[in-house]
T-cell receptor, first 111, second 112 residues
Framework: NAGVTQTPKFQVLKTGQSMTLQCAQD?????MYWYRQDPGMGLRLIYY???????DKGEVPNGYNVSRLNKREFSLRLESAAPSQTSVYFC??????????FGPGTRLTVT | GESVGLHLPTLSVQEGDNSIINCAYS??????FIWYKQESGKGPQFIID?????DKRQGQRVTVLLNKTVKHLSLQIAATQPGDSAVYFC???????????FGTGTRLKVLA
């Protein structure tokens, strides 16, 4: 039981490049989330998927797209990376309104 | 807007003392509250949670207190140990909305 896994762990992009962050959970959770964490700030919700087949915007969705590929997987895509998207990205999952389980994070730098 | 905040950005305590980390929330409709611990370079880790029909909940060395009247949440850590050094986040949620609102975090430093 791996919990929530994220790939890659680290990534450096040039401005304008695209990439997809992958997330998978093996706990059969319905809901999955993408957050970003910047220094001195809390976790900010980018997008979430309440259940398979649905996605909704969070607090900071601009510049991102998501895909809920199946119940296990929820990916985050940056179509044209900008320096303002330099951050640590966390994926999380939960079943109902209970504790969220977080992945180890992806550290992204955009130059 | 609705937010969850913390009173102190950094808290330093002597090893063996008790720690109290405070949190204020603004959404009166929130009915679920949770504390996370985040160590450097890692994802947040669940500590303890509480629902709005409770005022207090205890775990191993940790206690969460909820005061709905003043929208205040606190985390008490008994006999603080060096391994407790980390950033602690509170978050709140409203059942059915699927959204959790996180505070900015308090850094706990345990002094030997």
């Amino acid at each position: 039981n791996a919990g929530v896994t994220q790939t890659p762990k680290f990534q450096v992009l040039k401005t304008g490049q695209s990439m997809t962050l992958q997330c998978a959970q093996d706990m059969n959770h319905n809901s999955m989330y993408w957050y970003r964490q910047d220094p001195g700030m809390g976790l900010r919700l980018i997008y979430y998927s309440a259940s398979e087949g649905t996605t909704d915007k969070g607090e900071v969705p601009n510049g991102y797209n998501v895909s809920r590929l199946n119940k296990r997987e929820f990916s985050l895509r940056l179509e044209s990376a900008a320096p303002s998207q330099t951050s640590v990205y966390f994926c999380a999952s939960t079943q109902g309104t209970y504790e969220q389980y977080f992945g180890p994070g992806t550290r992204l730098t955009v130059t | 807007g609705e937010s969850v905040g913390l009173h102190l950005p950094t808290l330093s305590v002597q090893e063996g003392d008790n720690s109290i980390i405070n949190c204020a929330y603004s959404n009166s409709a929130s009915d679920y509250f949770i504390w996370y611990k985040q160590e450097s370079g890692k994802g947040p880790q669940f500590i303890i949670d509480i629902r709005s029909n409770m005022d207090k909940r205890q775990g191993q060395r940790v206690t969460v207190l909820l005061n709905k009247t003043v929208k205040h949440l606190s985390l008490q850590i008994a006999a603080t140990q060096p391994g407790d050094s980390a950033v602690y986040f509170c978050a709140d949620a409203n059942s059915g909305t699927y959204k959790y609102i996180f505070g900015t975090g308090t850094r706990l430093k345990v002094l030997a």
